[in-house]
């Protein structure tokens, strides 16, 4: 599966956002799909997952209250929708996929990977 990422970029603090994530294929209701996110100079964290029927989410404690993922089946696409922005929530956002519960997303990562969209949050 290929995964494009867009939604991305400059918002001020308290702000909102809305990332999507289009899949390419004809199974994209097999997968399992996530945010993550990478700020300058750190490592690729878990923000969001969600299940592959979309019955099932979780989040970061960091985002949690802030960022609601779904899904679209029909139109094989992931959102993000992130309020309440802060400085802290800037990085680049990667949607992934993975045929797994999402516990496995959560730790392991993705299995496919978009190319990132950079959110970046001024104060």
């Known amino acids: 599966v290929q995964l494009q990422a867009s939604g991305g970029g400059l918002v001020q603090a308290g702000g909102s956002l809305r990332l999507s994530c289009a899949a390419s294929?004809?199974?994209?209701?097999?997968?399992?799909m996530g945010w993550f996110r990478q700020a300058p100079g750190k490592e690729r964290r878990f923000v969001a997952a969600i299940s592959r029927s979309g019955e099932s989410t979780d989040y970061a404690d960091s985002v949690k209250g802030r960022f609601t993922i779904s899904r679209d089946n029909a139109k094989n696409t992931v959102y993000l929708q992130m309020n309440s922005l802060k400085p802290e929530d800037t990085a680049v956002y990667y949607c992934a996929a993975r045929i797994s519960p999402i516990a496995t997303m959560i730790l392991r990562g993705g299995d496919y990977w978009g190319q990132g969209t950079l959110v970046t949050v001024s104060s």
């Open positions: 294929g004809r199974t994209f209701s097999s997968y399992a």
